[in-house]
Structures are given as structure tokens and as C-alpha cells.
């Protein structure tokens, strides 16, 4: 991960926490928020890349699998203990299962897989968001940003309908919360990913990934970096007035 230390201070003080941080996307926001001045709680599911992540910019790691409410209020409580009052949600943890490299259709995916993609994906924002809504209530502040996808609102064949049904899901979360938290001075947002540049892009039969690049007007995947600097836009302090939105970084994918 390489994370620039020239990054304008524009998150200076301020207490993030960042849910599956310990690679790709969730890496480089956590990092990106960092450089920019922010004390960040990096929870993941692996120890160790929690606390490799964190070891990059000083960071605070934790194992935390969000399917888990008990590590769920555990993770927030010692953030917040280690930190302070929490600012700052990225809602990053997600799985998107495959069966030798694709996904599998609805007639034959075990419901034990589909449980497990909403439990971390879509109960698990839930739970995060519960447990630090109350504190963002009292203090009249904060910034909630869910990770979505494009897969939320289109159908592409790189990903199964669990993981399409929960992305779409955390889209309608967002607007609900949008609605239900603004007058609480709390904003939230979903970032919606095309195709990125992470390790998950290459578990994938790559026919697919050339498939998404025809309908990419940019010509490129995009990079985890893309990302990131689009979460800290919508917790830095330009984005005071964006609150409900679903924003797509997908290099002109899904234009309408």
C-alpha cells in the first residue's frame, strides 16, 4: 500500500473506523484517511492484516468479524476507548464467494453461502452502524459511508445474486439512514465500485474482466487508490452537504 504523506489534512483529528481494512480497498481507504490526519481503527477479520495495515501509518488494529455482534460491539467499544468518539464509519467489509473461480447460479448455491454474504455484508453494516449511531446522535456529527458496488443496481455475471442482493440492499440502507440521521447532522453514503484493480479481480475467469473494459468508457480498471480518495471526499469536510447518494467509481460503467 502506498499512501502519499504530502495528502492535504483535511480529516486532521478526526476518528475513522474502517471494517474489512486489512487489504485492497479497505487498506488503502483506511491509509488514505490517515495521510489525510485521521486516528484510524483498522478491524478486520485476520489478525494479521489488521496489524500489518495498521503498522503502515500508525494505525489501531483489530480483529473483528462483522458477522459477529458480540466482536462488533467489542471492536467499537475499544476503538473508541483507544481513540475517541468515532467521526467517521466506512463500512467496507465484504465477501463474494466462488466455486472454482465463478459464481454460482441460484439453483445451486447452498443456503448456508447465501447466509453467510448477508451476514457480513448487509447485517454486518447494520450492526456496525448501530452500534456507533448513538454516539454520532449525541455529538450531532459524523460520516457513515457503505460499500456498495455497480453489481447493486445492474446485473453483471462476475458476482452471484447473494452478493448483488446485498449491495442493492446496502444501497436502500443508505437512503433510509440518509433520511433517518440527517436531522442529526449525519450524513450517509454509498461508494458503488466497478471493476478495481485488487487480488478478488483476479479469482475470476478473465474473459469477464475483458468484458467490463468494453463497457468501461475510461479503458482501465479502476485502482483501490480510486476508491479511497472518493470515501475521503465524502467524510472530509466538502461533502458537508452530499448525503444519500450511491457514487459510482466505475470509470463511465453504469452512465445513465
Not at 49 to 64: I, M, S, V
Not at 120 to 132: E, H, K, Q, S
Not at 226 to 239: F, K, Q, S
Request: charged residues 20%; glycine residues 10%.
Amino acid at each position: 500500500m502506498d499512501v502519499a504523506m504530502s495528502e492535504p489534512q483535511t480529516h486532521a483529528g478526526r476518528v475513522a473506523i474502517v471494517t474489512g481494512a486489512g487489504r485492497g480497498i479497505g487498506a488503502a481507504i483506511a491509509g488514505t484517511l490517515a495521510a489525510r490526519g485521521a486516528w484510524v481503527a483498522v478491524l478486520d477479520v485476520d489478525r494479521d492484516l489488521a496489524k500489518r495495515t495498521a503498522k503502515a501509518f500508525g494505525g489501531f488494529p483489530l480483529e473483528c468479524d462483522v458477522a459477529n455482534r458480540d466482536q462488533v460491539a467489542a471492536a467499537c467499544e475499544a476503538a473508541e476507548k483507544e481513540l475517541g468518539p468515532a467521526d467517521i464509519l466506512v463500512n467496507n467489509a465484504g465477501i463474494s464467494p466462488k466455486t472454482n473461480g465463478r459464481a454460482l447460479g441460484v439453483h445451486e448455491m447452498p443456503f448456508e453461502e447465501w447466509d453467510q454474504v448477508v451476514a457480513v455484508n448487509l447485517t454486518g453494516a447494520f450492526a456496525m452502524i448501530r452500534a456507533l449511531a448513538p454516539g454520532m446522535i449525541a455529538r450531532k456529527a459524523g460520516r457513515i459511508v457503505n460499500q456498495a458496488s455497480v453489481a447493486g443496481k445492474t446485473y453483471t455475471p462476475i458476482v452471484a445474486c447473494h452478493y448483488t442482493a446485498t449491495k442493492a440492499a446496502l444501497i436502500g440502507l443508505t437512503k433510509h439512514l440518509a433520511g433517518e440521521l440527517g436531522p442529526h447532522g449525519i450524513t450517509v453514503n454509498a461508494l458503488c465500485p466497478g471493476r478495481i484493480a485488487t487480488d478478488l479481480a483476479k479469482t475470476v475467469d478473465p474473459r469477464l474482466n475483458e468484458q467490463v473494459l468494453t463497457v468501461t468508457p475510461m479503458g482501465r480498471f479502476g485502482t483501490a487508490e480510486d476508491v479511497a480518495r472518493t470515501a475521503c471526499y465524502l467524510t472530509g469536510p466538502d461533502a458537508e452537504f452530499v448525503t444519500g447518494q450511491a457514487v459510482d467509481v466505475a470509470g463511465g460503467w453504469m452512465m445513465t
